[in-house]
């Protein structure tokens, strides 16, 4: 399965602020997803980065607050822009290699 | 929507004592898919079972899927303090990549 490397860890940002996470995927692959989790529940799918296309973000999600880029087959950014308190939570990013393989998260604190 | 009801959300137990985790749905699943993540870490894939009726086990866990494709269980046999985690089933559809997810077990085995 593929090694996936996801930065920052955790960050606590500013109110009206935008933090950018990365993931870096050890191999090429066709889709990565990006998801939202509360600390201890479930994960709520974001949107679907395919490279050469556009991001399709799921109901409740729009680009303009979660701008994706992924500008190859081994790379993705989601960025979470002018940050509120509600924004707060694990970030992760997925790829789909046989099974599911997920980054370890990125944990937003927005105060 | 399609729902997957995960039961319990929470479970406490000895060390040393069974537990099951359901997964329900009314839906056809093609796969279903449980996890185990930890603190600070992404979910990791335990097992994927495929077939209706199929029984996959994995030390002392054993998975096991409906006959009909719509349900799923996770069987521990004499739990161990290493065993606590959040534990996600997530059902995937023929139509598309994307997984639908339980709302999660909380897992705690005391020593």
């Known amino acids: 399965s593929a090694v996936i490397s996801q930065k920052p860890s955790r960050d606590i940002c500013q109110r009206g602020t935008s933090l950018t996470i990365q993931c870096q995927v050890d191999?090429?692959?066709?889709?990565m997803f990006w998801y939202r989790q509360q600390p201890g529940q479930s994960l709520t799918l974001i949107a679907t980065?395919?490279?050469?296309?556009?991001?399709?973000?799921e109901s409740g999600f729009v680009i303009d607050k979660f701008p994706i880029s992924r500008p190859n087959l081994t790379f993705s950014t989601l960025t979470v822009s002018n940050m509120s308190p509600e924004d707060s939570s694990i970030y992760l990013c997925?790829?789909?290699?046989?099974?599911?393989?997920f980054g370890s998260g990125t944990r937003l604190t927005v105060v | 929507t399609q729902l997957l009801e995960q039961s319990p959300q929470f479970l406490s137990i000895q060390e040393g004592e069974n537990l099951t985790v359901y997964c329900n749905s009314s839906?056809?699943?093609?796969?279903l898919q449980w996890y185990r993540q930890e603190p600070g870490e992404g979910p990791v894939l335990l097992v994927t079972?495929?077939?209706g009726g199929e029984v996959k086990k994995l030390k002392r866990l054993t998975f096991q899927f409906g006959d009909a494709r719509k349900d799923s269980s996770l069987h521990i046999t004499a739990a161990q303090p290493g065993d606590t985690g959040l534990y996600l089933c997530?059902?995937?559809?023929?139509?598309?990549?994307?997984?639908?997810w339980g709302a999660g077990t909380k897992l705690i085995i005391k020593p």
């Open positions: 997530a059902g995937e559809r023929d139509s598309n990549y994307q997984l639908i």
């Open positions: 839906s056809v699943f093609s796969s």
């Open positions: 079972v495929v077939t």
């Open positions: 191999s090429q692959v066709t889709m």
């Open positions: 980065a395919n490279q050469g296309s556009e991001a399709t973000y």
């Open positions: 997925s790829v789909l290699t046989g099974g599911y393989t």
